[in-house]
């Protein structure tokens, strides 16, 4: 059974920076495509980014793009997103995600269907 335990989160300034890790056990890591959404409270759950399992590639939502990076280290079984400049609007609870394909059509990434497993979240509150 996979699992995903997401950290680093906590009250930052805007402005500032962090970077949120997801680390992974249960299977075999490059196995797996990986994704970030976030949740605010009283609105939907969204993209934020995703990177395959080869880690070729990587998709973001038009709103953190030049701002966050995601990135994995297979070795360490675990992806990252760092996320620079931060604003108010990116607080939210930040969700790790995951599924054992690769979608040739790169909008199956953005959706929070094709994932299987997830996290159970962490807090990100960014103050003005």
């Known amino acids: 059974q996979v699992q995903l335990v997401e950290s680093g989160g906590r009250l930052v300034q805007a402005g500032g920076s962090l970077r949120l890790s997801c680390a992974f056990s249960?299977?075999?890591?490059?196995?797996?495509?990986m994704g970030w959404f976030r949740q605010a409270p009283g609105k939907e759950r969204d993209f934020v980014a995703a990177?395959?399992?080869?880690?070729?590639?990587?998709y973001y939502a038009d709103f953190v793009k030049g701002r966050f990076t995601i990135s994995r280290d297979d070795a360490k079984s675990t992806v990252y997103l760092q996320m620079n400049s931060l604003k108010p609007e990116d607080t939210a609870v930040y969700y790790c995600?995951?599924?054992?394909?690769?979608?040739?059509?790169?909008?199956?990434?953005?959706?929070?269907?094709?994932?299987?497993?997830w996290g159970q979240g962490t807090q990100v509150t960014v103050s003005s």
């Open positions: 995600a995951t599924v054992a394909r690769t979608f040739f059509v790169s909008k199956y990434y953005y959706s929070a269907r094709s994932y299987d497993y």
């Open positions: 249960g299977r075999t890591f490059s196995d797996y495509a």
């Open positions: 990177i395959p399992r080869s880690g070729s590639s990587t």
